[in-house]
């Protein structure tokens, strides 16, 4: 084996097999872990052994991978690391792995492919109602710079754990839209991706997060407020405020859209439906209700547990006490919404909180626009195909 052929990790072929490589020559034990999630599954499983050469050149050889993004680490005697060789690596919150790219019909939409760019901006800004500067990420669509064309907005919200910077890091969400633009599928609009936890300045491996900060959903704070709603309160204080005075944006409801994942996802109807004169087009995607103050009952694991990928397997909520807390869960919201999206992935160990949500909205007349993905858990392949969905959906008259 050559010198090239040591350092070369992944190696992805034409029929979407992926050979990983790594020169440790001292090592006992090597394996590579997928990390995609732990739900984008490799055909043999998703922790490989690999087999050392004579030359200390440890290897394993998957596939064939269907075309997606999917990330992965090393682990060497117990111990995981990123693969030296690669240096495409995807950070989600605190959580680091190398990541690969099988070429195909589904992952060309997260390409940087040979179309028009917009601008990604990392944007300060005070937040009063949280006593901090924040950062934030905006998008502007190709040619905003150039214009003084006013474009509508969309406000997405990542999930627990996360920061400002996982729509753009995991979430491809600037390429998305470049290519959906391109395509003429999309109207062009401004993209805002915040920070939901109370307490970041921006994300922690930017700016260092306060003592005694831990990943995930955000605590109560000290204030007595439920830290998951504080963002929401502060994104209508806030940010939209901010990001009106300083954007050329169709400062108006029918303008403005806000969708979120997971933990942003519970974030998003909460502000959403308290907020009616604010936003016309609501988009949830595996919505983390449980999370939310008091709405959450303990439940038996379901029979396909087995199945499930992804939080609160057995949580789910108690529709009077969420209703009492997300206000105008009524048919009135009806006129008032132009878009009410609502997806999960079947496999997802929220699915029961899903359709409890469903029954509620049922019962009270709230119409909903439901997509629901067979084979897909919590994760961000279908967070991205989501995403991908909604964009076409928005701001169409």
Avoid at 184 to 209: C, E, H, L, W, Y
Avoid at 265 to 283: I, K, P
Wanted: aromatic fraction near 10%; include cysteine.
């Amino acid at each position: 084996m050559t010198q090239l052929q040591q350092q070369l990790s992944p190696e992805i072929r034409e029929d979407g097999r992926v050979t990983f490589r790594l020169w440790a020559p001292e090592a006992e034990a090597v394996m590579v872990r997928n990390t995609t999630g732990g739900y984008g599954d490799w055909p043999d499983g998703n922790e490989v052994p690999m087999a050392q050469d004579e030359q200390g050149v440890w290897s394993a050889t998957i596939g064939p991978l269907a075309p997606e993004y999917y990330t992965y680490v090393f682990v060497i005697n117990g111990v995981q690391a990123l693969d030296p060789a690669n240096w495409f690596i995807m950070r989600d919150g605190i959580r680091y792995s190398s990541s690969l790219r099988v070429p195909g019909p589904t992952s060309a939409l997260y390409d940087v492919n040979d179309v028009p760019h917009g601008t990604l901006a990392q944007v300060w800004y005070p937040s009063p109602s949280m006593e901090l500067t924040r950062r934030m990420y905006i998008y502007t669509p190709p040619g905003y710079e150039a214009g003084d064309d006013r474009y509508p907005v969309l406000y997405l919200l990542h999930g627990g754990g996360s920061d400002e910077d996982a729509w753009t890091n995991m979430g491809r969400a600037p390429q998305i839209l470049d290519n959906l633009l391109a395509q003429g599928k999309i109207r062009p609009m401004i993209v805002v991706m915040t920070n939901g936890s109370p307490v970041q300045k921006a994300s922690p491996d930017f700016v260092s997060p306060p003592p005694g900060w831990r990943p995930g959903p955000p605590a109560t704070t000290t204030s007595g407020r439920p830290g998951i709603l504080r963002f929401p309160d502060s994104l209508v204080k806030d940010v939209i405020p901010f990001v009106d005075a300083r954007y050329r944006t169709l400062a108006d409801r029918e303008h403005r859209a806000i969708a979120g994942l997971s933990m942003g996802g519970a974030q998003t109807m909460y502000a959403a439906f308290s907020n009616l004169d604010w936003f016309a087009w609501v988009g949830v995607f595996s919505g983390g209700f449980p999370l939310l103050p008091g709405v959450s009952v303990e439940i038996p694991a379901p029979a396909n547990a087995a199945q499930l990928r992804g939080p609160d397997i057995t949580r789910t909520l108690d529709p009077d006490k969420f209703a009492a807390l997300v206000p105008n869960i009524e048919a009135s919201v009806n006129a008032r919404l132009r878009l009410f999206y609502l997806a999960i992935g079947t496999e997802d160990g929220l699915i029961t909180t899903h359709g409890a949500l469903k029954k509620l909205l049922d019962a009270r007349g709230v119409r909903y626009d439901l997509v629901e993905r067979a084979g897909y858990a919590h994760e961000w392949r279908f967070w991205r195909l989501c995403l991908a969905d909604l964009a076409q959906k928005l701001f169409r008259q």
